[in-house]
């Protein structure tokens, strides 16, 4: 089976950086997605890593390390409206996406 | 475009009853999905398609079903709705997951279920 875990919840301020933390165990491994979700809305796509390293996307990157069962979520100049559920996701051999429970995050003045 | 549909935007049904919640794509993805999410329990895969056709279970299908008759309708069907299944439902698309591909999916904007 698979199991993926991630912080509940974390606090950041606006104009700084934070890192979140994602890390995983499954059944084979064919990548690892980040999604957005806001509150009462759908999820929506940010990011997806399949081999080792470094995928940057403005002020969004995320970090593979498949030995290690580990990724990360990295936002950058943080503005209020990147408050919102950051969702670590990973497919397995079965092709089928797994999520985590979800990184609820909440930027400050 | 409109990308992927739901309806009902939000429904309160009585236990007992019948209930379709209807998905629409118009990306002509191959591959579909039904999810739930639950407050402290995230995004739970309820059933999939991967093309026109088929069907497949995912971790929590039990009281619900599902069919594919065309590339663009994945319907998911509570056949005598009980309590536990108020949730948020969602529905995603992708263009294809198998094969040696792997590809994103997108989420329509949900059905928020309440079953008393």
């Known amino acids: 089976g698979q199991n993926i875990d991630q912080p509940t919840e974390m606090t950041a301020t606006e104009g700084a950086i934070v890192q979140i933390n994602c890390t995983y165990q499954?059944?084979?491994?064919?990548?690892l997605f980040w999604y957005q979700q806001h509150a009462g809305e759908a999820p929506t796509f940010l990011s997806y890593?399949?081999?080792?390293g470094l995928e940057e996307k403005g002020r969004f990157s995320s970090f593979l390390s498949r030995s290690k069962g580990y990724s990360y979520l990295l936002l950058k100049e943080l503005q209020m409206k990147d408050s919102a559920s950051y969702l670590c996701?990973?497919?397995?051999?079965?092709?089928?996406?797994?999520f985590g429970k979800g990184t609820k995050l909440s930027v400050i003045p | 475009t409109a990308g992927i549909t739901q309806a009902p935007t939000s429904q309160i049904l009585a236990a007992g009853r019948s209930m379709t919640l209807r998905c629409t794509q118009d990306?002509?993805?191959?591959?579909m999905y039904w999810y739930r999410q639950d407050l402290g329990l995230g995004l739970r895969l309820i059933h999939y398609?991967?093309?026109?056709?088929?069907?497949g279970k995912g971790e929590v299908p039990d009281g619900y079903s599902v069919s594919r008759a065309n590339t663009d309708d994945f319907p998911l069907t509570l056949a005598s709705a009980v309590p536990s299944q108020t949730s948020v439902y969602f529905c995603?698309?992708?263009?294809?997951?198998?094969?040696?591909?792997?590809?994103?999916?997108?989420f329509g904007p949900g059905t928020r279920l309440t079953v008393l």
């Open positions: 990306m002509r993805h191959n591959a």
């Open positions: 398609s991967n093309t026109a056709g088929t069907t």
């Open positions: 499954t059944s084979g491994f064919n990548g």
């Open positions: 995603a698309s992708s263009d294809s997951p198998s094969g040696g591909g792997t590809d994103t999916q997108y």
């Open positions: 890593n399949v081999l080792d």
């Open positions: 996701a990973v497919m397995a051999g079965s092709y089928q996406l797994t």
